[in-house]
């Protein structure tokens, strides 16, 4: 008897072992096959030397200080005309809020659906104390060794000059769009977007304009940094995370430290914020996660392949694995970081009052009144009062990736990236494209460059800088979409 049932079981065993390994190989690949993009029509060094010149401009954006960089803008403009003259015949430009540009390529057909493409001008401050790391002068605009140096290289001058020379370029192929292409250059992305994307937006609500989709800076080419894939991963960001930061503070009678209360406000204040961060919202490999990685497990070899394609079985496992880092683990779950506490001024006085921050990156889902309701409930102590932040925003809505928008994005990697494989990926940073999902439901993140793990840290960090044939290949990528998008869907 007991014989049979062990022999049963081994029966079961191997069934579901036969059927895990043949669930795995049978998912194949879901990458498009494309002939790739023809080599660029125009001559790289030269437009190397167009965005060096413009790195040194300093837009840099401030929300103290709105109007500080205003004639390193106004130099920007002034720069982008003489530059690219053919593009500033053809197309209407409009300075929106302060410093915003907004390009309007005007298709033969009125009546079909627009698309926008994004960038930003304005760049952030380096930070103090870090000058001497450069290897360069972050505003010197040089190009050396085969890479443009300098602030706003990676984010985002490159994007957006490379937008420039493709249009550029296909003016001077006789190219005309059939549906109108808008081109959205925020001037205060890295300080909110408010004075910026936010006009613009506004703008093209009150004239009515219909947008298919929305293809703005975002997730990159990502070469050796995803483990388990040998392949670069290009990432189309079809959703980006909310921001929740939330005040804290805790008033108690002040005294004197010879005849301390039981529990101080300092004590009080630091016991609930050890209960928050040891309380995480739950996470989970859903939503944006689960398809990032149903599209990118085909793509790997052995076990990663195994387990990632098997989810519905060893989800726990994997997800255990990917809450140790944490840039996976903030794929998977809202994200909880204590960032200030303040309390006390004299060793010898205790304060009365006892404060704390805490940043929350929402998880599209999840929302920002579920965010306040989990972190009342983690801190466990009523007498904490706890302020929103006004500048906190949903998460974005997750865009399609069933749409035209995204074959096209996908489509260009392939062409531009012969040996990319593309998924959809979840941004945890913030981009002006956020202010466009009430114009659009298809709104896509992706900047067409090609990154190690190295590189990553030089977004914001010292010694930005982009490879000269990187750039060549944004180029060509943003020629490919537009030339493919131009045509409506
Ligand atoms: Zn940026």
């Known amino acids: 008897m007991i014989k049979k049932l062990l022999l049963g079981l081994l029966g079961l065993l191997l069934a579901l072992a036969v059927a895990l390994g043949v669930n795995t190989w049978r998912q194949g690949s879901r990458q498009v096959a494309v002939p790739p993009a023809p080599p660029l029509p125009l001559d790289l060094d030269a437009a190397a030397g167009r965005l060096a010149g413009a790195l040194r401009l300093r837009t840099v954006s401030s929300l103290e200080n709105p109007t500080g960089s205003a004639a390193a803008f106004d130099a920007l403009h002034a720069y982008l005309a003489q530059h690219y003259p053919r593009a500033h015949a053809a197309l209407q430009r409009e300075v929106v809020g302060q410093q915003a540009l907004l390009y309007t390529w005007k298709g033969r057909d009125a009546a079909a659906p627009a698309i926008v493409v994004m960038a930003h001008q304005d760049v952030v401050p380096i930070a103090p104390g870090t000058e001497k790391a450069w290897s360069v002068d972050p505003f010197a605009g040089e190009v050396k060794d085969g890479f443009i140096w300098g602030r706003g290289a990676l984010d985002n001058k490159g994007n957006l000059f490379a937008q420039m020379e493709a249009v550029e370029a296909l003016l001077a192929s006789g190219f005309q769009p059939a549906r109108t292409i808008y081109f959205a250059m925020g001037a205060d992305e890295e300080v909110s977007g408010l004075r910026g994307a936010v006009p613009i937006t506004e703008l093209l609500q009150s004239r009515g304009v219909k947008l298919d989709w929305v293809l703005d800076e975002g997730l990159l080419v990502l070469d050796g940094v995803l483990p388990g894939l040998s392949k670069p991963a290009a990432l189309i960001g079809v959703a980006e995370k909310g921001y929740a930061t939330f005040f804290l503070s805790l008033d108690t009678a002040p005294g004197h430290s010879s005849m301390p209360p039981q529990h101080s406000a300092i004590g009080q204040m630091s016991a609930a914020l050890a209960r928050l961060e040891a309380t995480p919202m739950s996470g989970g490999i859903r939503g944006v996660a689960r398809d990032m990685f149903g599209?990118?497990?085909?793509?790997?070899?052995?076990?990663?392949?195994?387990?990632?394609?098997?989810?519905?079985?060893?989800?726990?496992?994997?997800?255990?694995?990917?809450?140790?880092?944490?840039s996976s683990n903030a794929m998977l779950r809202t994200t909880t970081a204590l960032t200030i506490v303040r309390a006390g001024n004299k060793d010898n006085v205790l304060p009365g009052r006892a404060e704390a921050a805490v940043n929350f990156r929402v998880l599209p889902g999840d929302t920002l009144a579920g965010v306040e309701a989990h972190l009342r409930r983690a801190l466990g102590n009523d007498a904490i009062q706890v302020k929103a932040y006004p500048g906190n925003s949903e998460p974005s809505p997750i865009s399609p990736t069933a749409h035209a928008g995204y074959r096209h994005i996908e489509r260009a990697v392939r062409e531009v990236f012969p040996d990319a494989v593309v998924a959809p990926g979840l941004m945890t940073a913030a981009t002006d494209s956020r202010h466009f999902t009430t114009l659009s439901p298809a709104v896509y993140r992706f900047s067409p460059i090609r990154v190690s793990g190295e590189d990553l840290a030089r977004f914001h960090g010292t010694n930005e800088r982009l490879p000269v044939a990187a750039y060549?290949?944004?180029?060509?990528?943003?020629?490919?979409?537009?030339?493919?998008?131009?045509?409506p869907s």
């Open 295 to 326: 599209t990118l497990a085909p793509e790997m070899s052995g076990l990663n392949r195994f387990m990632l394609t098997n989810l519905w079985l060893t989800a726990p496992l994997v997800q255990g694995q990917l809450e140790k880092s944490p």
């Open 472 to 487: 060549g290949d944004m180029i060509r990528f943003y020629l490919q979409i537009l030339r493919a998008s131009a045509q």
